[in-house]
Nanobody, 117 residues
Framework: QVQLVESGGGLVQPGGSLRLSCAAS????????MGWYRQAPGKQRELVAR???????NYADSVKGRFTISRDNAKNTVYLQMNSLKPEDTAVYYC???????????WGKGTLVTVSS
């Protein structure tokens, strides 16, 4: 089984920064994609950023230039550095792991990010 545990959410003022972390444990295959999604109140869950185990990344247009996704494959951990935060970034942020070998998709429980003055 796989578990994903997020950390790093909280309250931050507009223009501020936060760093989210997500540690995966269990049976983790070497080829996978880890990512961050978010869901704001009353809205659908949306992709924020994804990173392949080989290093390729993709970002939602709304966060390009402000957020950076990275990973430590040895620790099975993915990070999301969020800078220049805006009130519209307020959401629950979920970590995701896609494993190609078993075709499984895993989710963390989410961490709340609130951007407000």
């Amino acid at each position: 089984q796989v578990q994903l545990v997020e950390s790093g959410g909280g309250l931050v003022q507009p223009g501020g920064s936060l760093r989210l972390s997500c540690a995966a444990s269990g049976t983790i295959f070497s080829i996978n994609v880890m990512g961050w999604y978010r869901q704001a109140p009353g809205k659908q869950r949306e992709l924020v950023a994804r990173i392949h185990s080989g290093g390729a990344t993709n970002y939602a247009d709304s966060v390009k230039g402000r957020f950076t996704i990275s990973r430590d494959n040895a620790k099975n951990t993915v990070y999301l550095q969020m800078n220049s935060l805006k009130p519209e970034d307020t959401a629950v942020y979920y970590c995701n792991l896609e494993q190609f070998k078993d075709g499984m998709d895993y989710w963390g429980k989410g961490t709340l990010v609130t951007v407000s003055s």
